[in-house]
């Protein structure tokens, strides 16, 4: 568990940046820190693996106190992913995964191993990327291998700050994809920074909305998509803020009982904004709902979205 | 690869053609002598071309140790944050060292460390140490916010930082300022002859007092092909040592 207890910062001259945050990041969830620039986001996540000194408060780690923890220490179990990447442009891909191994002295088979297996896990076959240097490869297969170089001493926190912000749409999407298998797979506990709502949304077990140097909102993403606490919230996470609690929940959370005039078909598991997607395609007529099995279990029309905001919660988050 | 194997190989080639050429006494005594057949003594008579290469040689290789030594150690130093304060202080001085003929350099060193090899040696090294430090510290300053960032928050001690990160970054750039010193240094050091040491400059000064164009091409010649090979060697150290410069 990460935890932030009163932290405040302030630099020097100006006013406090982070004004007594108080926050719990719970083992093997994604808390996603957003917030308009300046709102800092990304210096409470610096706090962590102490880049950054709190001016009051403390953060822990592990029920640790990290001011009283080694800093190279702490840091080679904490690992850290940034927009730019910072990939060593003198060393090739596997050599900037087995980086921290390296230094810790892990034996070079060993490594060279685990950097394979990382590779292959972030989509870049070893055997075509391993010897290649930075400079030789797109942005977004260096946030890759960035990912990769985090999680080669295997640690079990994770610091991102706007990982895929400087990535295009197509392959921010895929990327972003993948980590989210990645994660399912690794259960690392991560704190994760972004200005991207949807990205927000689409990765967080919980959001921490911060402005004006305090948290505006904790909770769950479709909490603070359908239950802003403030105005600040509301215009923060924007006017389609509904359509976005779509992509929470898939076809299933809304059909109702199978309707023979339905015609055209929608996947049991689609995320409800591509079902009401298709609905809106189909001219507003009613389709039939499919399971993955292909039998049909469902109909759904245009109405079903309307007014389900009380009545449906998004599965996996009773009570929410 | 195939290309560094290739480059090297030439590059061996051309250094083996040049010690036989300055080991061949004979031969330039009889081409000088028909080429220049007004003047009596086509070669240089105290000294072999060969011990003059080596007194010429010696003192670029002591000069350059020095050079490295020094330029690299002022260029890391004052790139941290206990030697930032003289960055620019050493900045000027290496600057004004080379703004100054090299002669004059030389004669200026002359009351400090005195007559003879350790006078030129010391004179050489303040004239080529700019291209060095002055390379050093912009190699330095050339790693990425950013990628030191990653370095800093992925656990790399102070240390750790810059040897695995800052020097090999660095490194192009200071190896070129070393092949920019080294070209200087063979070339400067035909005037070390003036404060009373050896080398390639003997002939060439001989030669010059006496209106001998053959001395003067005796030392000339030799010069020019060592400052070549010395580029082209130090090219090759740059390609090997640091493959990832596309």
Sequence with gaps: MIEFREVTKQFAGGPPVLNGITLAVPDGELVVLIGPSGSGKSTLMRLVNRLIEPTSGSVWVDGRNVADVNVVELRRNIGYVIQSVGLFPHLTVAQNVELVPSITGVPAAQRRRRAEDLLHLMGLEPAAYAERYPRQLSGGQQQRVGIARALAADPAYLLMDEPFSALDPITREALQEQFLQLKRELGQTILFVTHDVEEAVRLGDHICLLGDGVIQQFGPPDELLHRPANDFVASFMGDSRELLRLGLRTAADYMRPPDPAARGQVGLDWPADRALSALLGAGGAAMQVVAPSGEVVGSLRLSDFAGSSQAQQPAGEPGA | ?????????????????????????????????????????????????????????????????????????????????????????????????????????????????????????????????????????????????????????????????????????????????????????????????????????????????????????????????????????????ERWLTPWVP
């Design chain 2, 1 to 237: 690869m195939s290309r560094l194997g290739v480059q090297a190989a030439l590059l061996a080639a051309g250094w083996a053609a040049f010690f036989w050429l300055v080991s061949a006494q004979e031969l330039w005594a009889r081409v000088m002598g028909a080429l220049f057949p007004q003047v009596s003594t086509p070669v240089y008579e105290r000294n072999t071309l060969w011990e003059l290469t080596w007194q010429h040689l010696g003192l670029t290789g002591v000069t350059m140790t020095l050079v490295v030594l020094i330029g690299v150690g002022l260029g890391v130093w004052t790139t941290r944050a206990q030697g930032h304060a003289f960055l620019p202080l050493v900045n000027n001085l290496t600057t004004v060292g080379q703004t100054f003929p090299p002669i004059a350099v030389l004669f200026l060193a002359l009351p400090l460390v005195g007559f003879g090899a350790t006078g030129a040696v010391a004179a050489l090294t303040l004239y080529a140490l700019l291209p060095v430090t002055r390379s050093t510290v912009l190699g330095l300053q050339s790693v990425d916010r950013p990628v030191l960032d990653a370095a800093r928050g992925l656990g790399l001690s102070a240390a750790q930082r810059l040897w695995r990160l800052e020097v090999p970054v660095a490194l192009p750039a200071v190896l070129a300022g070393i092949r920019t010193a080294l070209v200087l240094t063979i070339a400067t050091a035909t005037l070390a002859p003036m404060v009373g040491t050896g080398g390639l400059g003997v002939p060439i000064i001989a030669g010059l007092g006496a209106d001998n164009l053959a001395l003067i091409l005796q030392g000339a010649i030799p010069v020019a092909l060592l400052a070549l090979l010395g580029d082209l060697t130090m090219r090759t150290l």
